[in-house]
């Protein structure tokens, strides 16, 4: 898949959201600082370094398959959107991936001094489908929280995200990567063409 130029949507009463590529050495401090608190356990890197973390998003930089995007609201950093095509991922393995689907990786940054920011989950959730729906023109989104984030799970439900089954990804160890085991639940949402982000 082609790197994509930067994407902006305004969503009334929210802001401009503008999602553009992440850049692995610009954007380590921040990313780092997300991924490394309690609340990104889920997230799988809350032990590495900054460098650690900038040398995985530029190795996923070099892929034609996997890319990681920043989402910017009135140009403050506020979440982290990952993509990927399911048949060059291990999700591959556990469903029937269709032709038009595309997997998707969702990570808010954690709320400021403000503290909770009722809306913003679906508004920014709203953002990222109309993205890979439209810019992206995409037919399926497959996602693959962890089991035990009940949360997340959650939030793709109140979107619009129709369960799937309880699947175990395999092991990835290989010199450039390594996963490790999870048990995910898969979730699906399908595009409707009657239907465009407020």
């Known amino acids: 898949m082609p790197e994509q130029p930067p994407f902006e949507h305004t969503v009334t009463g929210f802001g401009t959201v503008r999602l553009r590529p992440l850049d692995p050495e610009r954007d380590a401090d921040t990313v780092h600082s997300w991924v490394t608190g309690e609340r990104a356990a889920f997230w799988g890197m809350t032990g590495l370094t900054r460098d650690q973390v900038a040398d995985i998003y530029a190795h996923m930089a070099g892929l034609d398959t996997h890319h990681a995007h920043l989402a910017e609201r009135d140009g403050v950093p506020v979440a982290l959107l990952q993509t990927y095509e399911p048949q060059a991922d291990r999700v591959s393995e556990c469903y029937d991936a269709r032709p038009g689907d595309i997997g998707v990786h969702v990570l808010l940054a954690p709320a400021g001094p403000e503290g909770?920011?009722?809306?913003?989950?679906?508004?920014?959730?709203?953002?990222?489908?109309?993205?890979?729906?439209?810019?992206?023109?995409?037919?399926?989104?497959?996602?693959?929280?962890?089991?035990?984030?009940?949360?997340?799970?959650?939030?793709?439900?109140?979107?619009?995200?129709?369960?799937?089954?309880?699947?175990?990804?395999?092991?990835?160890?290989?010199?450039?990567?390594?996963?490790?085991?999870?048990?995910?639940?898969?979730?699906?949402?399908?595009r409707r063409d009657d239907c465009r982000v407020k």
Do not use: C, M
């Open 116 to 190: 909770p920011r009722p809306g913003w989950t679906g508004s920014l959730l709203r953002v990222f489908t109309e993205y890979v729906f439209r810019a992206l023109d995409r037919r399926r989104i497959v996602v693959d929280p962890d089991v035990r984030n009940e949360k997340a799970i959650a939030r793709f439900r109140s979107q619009g995200f129709e369960l799937g089954p309880a699947v175990v990804l395999p092991e990835i160890d290989l010199p450039d990567v390594y996963l490790p085991e999870k048990h995910a639940r898969l979730a699906f949402l399908t």
